[in-house]
């Protein structure tokens, strides 16, 4: 029941939006190798499908709202490693949003699957 859970129907909007952080391979301007850094700070967008986030590691300018929607058939969670934030159960097609104010790495993972995990850094 906490007051940071933020949990909305997903629209196709964010599906379009998504299209732009597929990939591994953008530009790399420093920080950790094979992390996708979010083309804009209005659509900083994570993806679950196929058992795992995509991008994993997403990079963003503080202060960012990263959505985290879940495109796959059963239900997920994004779960900070430190707590500092949790999306309790997200079935299928839901997304939830949390917002980064300040720098630094945050872990996450999913809780019903510990095999699935992320990672967010604010610069
Ligand atoms: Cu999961």
């Known amino acids: 029941m906490s007051l940071t859970k933020t949990v909305a129907l997903a629209g196709i909007s964010l599906a379009v939006a998504t299209l732009t952080g597929c990939g591994g391979s953008s530009s790399s301007s420093g920080g950790a190798p094979n992390c996708t850094t ?43 490693d430190d707590g500092t934030y949790d999306s309790g159960n997200l079935p299928a097609t839901l997304a939830f949003q949390h917002a980064f ?21 604010v610069q």
């Open 38 to 80: 979010a083309t804009a700070t209005a659509t900083s967008q994570v993806t679950i499908q196929g058992m795992a986030f995509s991008p994993a590691c997403i990079k963003v300018t503080a202060p960012a709202t990263v959505t985290f929607t879940n495109n796959d058939t059963i239900t997920h969670t994004v779960t900070a």
């Open 101 to 121: 104010s300040t720098p630094g790495t945050s872990h996450y993972h999913c809780t019903i699957h510990p095999g699935m995990t992320g990672t967010v850094i």
